[in-house]
């Protein structure tokens, strides 16, 4: 109060109320409180109780996502299992562009990454230019939904509530492990395999009896996508 610099420094009290007794004609107050007349009352508010976020994943983390929010890319991978069988460029073409037409931002990702025009006919190597696309889409509204998850509190996932979640899920979806998710790969071979898993049986789901199968060569494609977004998830 006087000025004079203090070596032990001082600290900053917030949310306190200051109370002050006796004035000029101090009446039926104490003798400490007339002598001293400022108090400060510390914060005498309620606790301020966290809410339980119900959106959290007590078994799998992915029963928390919804199919129909990925049904436009789900109808995407469609169409193109279908132009892959179709041996008429016409009509390969026209399956795929009514699809572009729809979805401008796939129609522009795949101009720029094929380097030119494709309204004249749609290529084999459209196609798989598409795939990776609508696969990658996918890929990071999943990848959104984990990082919500990260900003609970750290160590959220020891709860009694989350014990059926398994350790690997644990690792990928609570900040408490961020260091074990550097150095270990266990969890992200484990979440490569149910995102994988988790798309096919989306698209079997959705499409029921006009699904399409699915070759060997597209389940790896979709596991190298997931690869090259690792360092997304570290």
Do not use: M
């Amino acid at each position: 109060n006087n000025g004079v610099f203090n070596e032990q420094g001082f600290s900053v009290i917030s949310n306190i109320t200051l109370q002050r007794h006796g004035g000029a004609k101090p009446q039926n107050i104490s003798a400490l409180n007339n002598k001293y007349q400022d108090v400060y009352l510390l914060d005498s508010c309620p606790p301020r109780l966290r809410g339980i976020n119900k959106n959290l994943p007590k078994k799998s983390f992915f029963d928390l996502l919804w199919r129909k929010n990925f049904l436009n890319e789900i109808i995407g991978l469609h169409l193109i299992l279908r132009a892959e069988n179709e041996i008429i460029p016409q009509k390969r073409s026209h399956l795929i562009n009514k699809y572009l037409q729809r979805n401008p931002d796939f129609k522009a990702g795949l101009i720029k990454k094929s380097k030119g025009r494709i309204d004249d006919e749609i290529q084999p190597h459209h196609l798989k230019v598409l795939w990776t696309l609508i696969i990658e889409s996918i890929l990071h509204r999943i990848i959104e939904k984990i990082w919500i998850i990260r900003s609970e509190d750290e160590g959220w996932t020891k709860q009694k509530r989350f014990k059926q979640l398994s350790e690997k899920q644990k690792r990928l979806l609570d900040q408490f492990y961020i260091t074990d998710r550097v150095e270990a790969n266990d969890w992200f071979i484990d979440f490569t395999g149910k995102c994988t898993t988790w798309i096919l049986s989306t698209y079997k789901k959705e499409l029921g009896n006009k699904q399409l199968p699915f070759a060997k060569e597209h389940k790896t494609r979709i596991q190298k996508i997931i690869a090259n977004n690792k360092e997304v998830l570290l």
